[in-house]
């Protein structure tokens, strides 16, 4: 697979071949799918509580006699219906944390990065190393790209400036090569991607 690569100015000044079991794999959207909830579900930290009519304090004494008072019969004014009554069905402490096997977020990575490729929504630029940590340069850079909807910057290890340059843009997300993740990767309309952190990926999955 044989990508553009560009400057910051948005020229284009080389290509580079990628490999195909990475970057043009088959669209799976179901296995996609699949990691995506459950990423986002290993995300939940799963700590709501409230109290149901048993935990709720006071209570104890019938408020009114069974018959005669006109009233509907109540046992307790901690039933639901009363204010300062339990919850039904009260949301209790749970762990919504789901396992995915290696294989399958590898899996689902490939397919989603490929999508991008083969959509032309993922860019290579040669370096995205910035001079100073401002978010002028990093703003710049998406403008000469015409990236104005949301984007992920995937940058390699010597990228620590866009990282500070681009935090403070929104719809802008940085990630290291290393980190890259199916969630990251379809949440954003685009991908840009400095060419040391195409190939880290690339050394990374294509030998899994």
């Known amino acids: 697979m044989l990508v553009k690569v560009y400057d910051k100015q948005a020229k284009e000044i080389d290509s580079l071949e990628l490999s195909d079991a ?7 959207e179901a296995i996609i ?18 109290l ?5 304090r006071g209570g104890g004494r019938k408020p009114w006699r069974q018959k005669g008072t006109g009233n509907a019969r109540q046992g307790s004014t901690r039933a639901p219906q009363w204010i300062k009554g339990g919850v039904v069905f009260a949301p209790k402490p749970r762990d919504f944390s789901q396992k995915v096997n290696k294989t399958m977020k590898q899996e689902a990575l490939k397919s989603a990065l490929s999508k991008k490729f083969e959509e032309n929504e993922a860019i290579v630029v040669d370096s995205l190393a910035l001079n100073a940590a401002k978010t002028k340069e990093m703003a710049t850079v998406l ?6 909807k949301t ?10 400036n866009a990282v500070i340059a681009a935090r403070n843009i929104p719809g802008v997300t940085t990630i290291n090569a290393d980190l890259i993740n199916v969630l990251d990767v379809v949440a954003n309309a685009k991908c840009i991607f400095s060419k040391e952190a195409v190939l880290a990926i690339e050394k990374k999955y294509v030998e899994a």
Request: hydrophobic share 35%; net charge positive.
């Open 33 to 50: 799918h699949q990691c995506v909830v459950a990423q986002l579900n290993n995300m939940r930290q799963g700590t709501k509580s409230t």
């Open 52 to 56: 149901t009519r048993t935990e709720v």
């Open 22 to 28: 990475v970057f043009a794999r088959e669209y799976n």
């Open 143 to 148: 403008k000469n790209f015409s990236l104005d």
């Open 151 to 160: 984007v992920l910057v995937v940058l390699g290890n010597n990228d620590a």
